[in-house]
């Protein structure tokens, strides 16, 4: 495939050696020259069949792919979708932006206005995160077994999507079929709140030194993401504002009931009620591989499979039938 | 030194392996029979120098001892108290457990009782743990390096607190002085409330398979220790509820401001704000050690030093100074 990447930070920049490495013909461009320099200098270390292309701005990626990555953060978004509606693209386009339903509504917006048609959109989200970022982090085995959401609405073209799904699992990825609007739910608990929980845990001890010197494991780990950049986490929240705040106000009246079990008499014991949902939650998780199965390429069967916690690791070359895994109960 | 522990469990073991390594003359009790067979069968393959003895109750333990450390969970710390007691044990007592205040009131009203008045005691916690649990786990290297509390009252004799202190430190920890009721403070924001936040967390995304299949590092670090078993967090919790309760008070209130700077307009802009303390607490923290320092080892001297995040890596032989290391700035 023809395929152009937009952007080349951690995300952008792996992907980018994993098509290359693939022998797909990839382009990259990056708004920061810098970063284009870098980009080019690694492309020409590579092996000649394994080369990468760096372009001077998005049309030029565009032009002659059939298919354009958006690896850009959310804010970049509406820019880059202009430059694309601007170079005419009409092939098909995904991301890997970390809230879904934002991106599926400027894509719709900006390409409403397009005179030419745009082929399809199909929005994705590979959750693989390193504590380092830029492309001097990236790494072509990024992907391997990490799960890439692939979201299937009722308006999309399921060849599309089944075309991108056998791309990705041929990245050695977990592709899970799930909507813009269940993928926000989920990574509002699983992401963005413990961001915020993290937040308010870590400020908890401002000003005292000697929690600080007696803080360990506990801490540490409840903490680690509050380290990551305020603009960042702000923005990743803002982006799913109501999906973050449905999942917070839940989670605080859980913590309430906490409280109120704490102040009684005898707390012992129905605290431990209290703790046990979790407990077994985590102690389940992350849940084994069952076998793999055959199921035919239908959106209601991939959207089901999603919802059990399914993901699919190869798309037949005629499309008509997927290899899918259910976690093992 | 002549010293009993009580309770071989991580924590009891480690330090029966680590004092008779040291040359004390060593007496370990367990109430569990099995436990003290395995603590007696390797006790036989340790150096001859470096053996440690088992008894076969709490009382002879104590005999002949000159210290007791209580090495058993916050309900056994009775019993054991009693035992004590009932042998007419005068000696310095110590503990392990994770709440002081409770040991503090339970060791003064046991021995009101006593017809023998009690040597003295003084609160420990070593803020060292594992994954692991029992003897089997038990590491003599355990608490190097590790922040071990030890509660300096105004009810403390300082010389007991000195002697206590020196024992630690030659152990390689770092001893912290503190009060019953700042550790408690302490300790509900490092470890009890994050158990509570990794709980509710961790019961967020129960019956949602689809989230724990996206869940990746935010979620597994924010809910580690939602793995501990419900018991033994309701245990440590219920028995620092009222710190637990103020430090879970706090946090929510502050999570309900973050609700509300994500509910606006422009969400990114305050919610920045918002993230900036934890940030920056967590992006200092652990803080990096000061130069050492000669104090003399006056009470007042000590408890500001605690205060300030010190601690102490050496008493001098004569008591009268200490080597104190503050986080360097």
Request: glycine share 0%; hydrophobic share 30%; proline share 14%.
């Given at each position: 495939m023809n395929i152009a990447v937009i952007g080349l930070g951690l995300i952008g920049g792996s992907l980018l050696r994993a098509l290359a490495a693939a022998g797909h013909r990839v382009l990259g461009y990056d708004a920061d020259p810098a970063v284009r320099g870098t980009a080019r200098t690694a492309a020409a270390q590579a092996p000649a069949a394994q080369r990468w292309q760096i372009t001077a701005s998005v049309g030029e990626a565009a032009r002659g792919s059939t298919l354009v990555v958006l690896a850009v953060p959310l804010p970049g978004v509406p820019g880059v979708l202009d430059d694309l509606v601007d170079a005419g693209y009409t092939g098909l386009i995904t991301d890997v932006t970390s809230v879904k339903g934002p991106v599926r509504d400027l894509v719709a917006e900006r390409f409403r206005r397009a005179a030419t048609p745009l082929a399809g959109y199909v929005g994705g989200h590979p959750m693989a995160g390193r504590e380092q970022s830029g492309f001097e982090a990236a790494?072509?085995?990024?992907?391997?077994?990490c799960a890439w959401v692939l979201c299937l609405e009722t308006e999309t073209a399921l060849t599309d999507w089944l075309d991108l799904a056998a791309l990705i699992t041929s990245l050695g990825a977990r592709v899970v079929p799930t909507t813009a609007g269940e993928h926000d739910q989920a990574v509002a608990r699983i992401s963005h709140v413990p961001h915020l929980l993290a937040a308010a845990l870590a400020a908890s001890i401002d000003g005292n030194p000697l929690a600080g010197t007696l803080a360990a494991g506990s801490f540490r780990d409840g903490t680690r993401v509050a380290a990551t950049r305020p603009e960042l986490t702000a923005a990743m929240c803002g982006g799913n504002a109501e999906a973050v705040t449905t999942a917070l106000d839940e989670i605080m009246t859980s913590l309430e009931s906490a409280g109120t079990l704490l102040s009684r008499k005898d707390p012992g014991r129905s605290l431990v009620d209290w703790l046990r949902t979790g407990h077994e939650v985590r102690a389940a998780w992350p849940a084994l591989a069952g076998d793999s199965t055959e199921l035919p390429a239908k959106a209601d069967v991939l959207g089901r499979l999603g919802r059990v916690g399914g993901w699919i690791i190869d798309v037949a070359e005629d499309r008509r039938t997927v290899t899918a895994v259910r976690p093992a109960v």
């Open positions: 790494d072509p085995y990024l992907f391997t077994q």
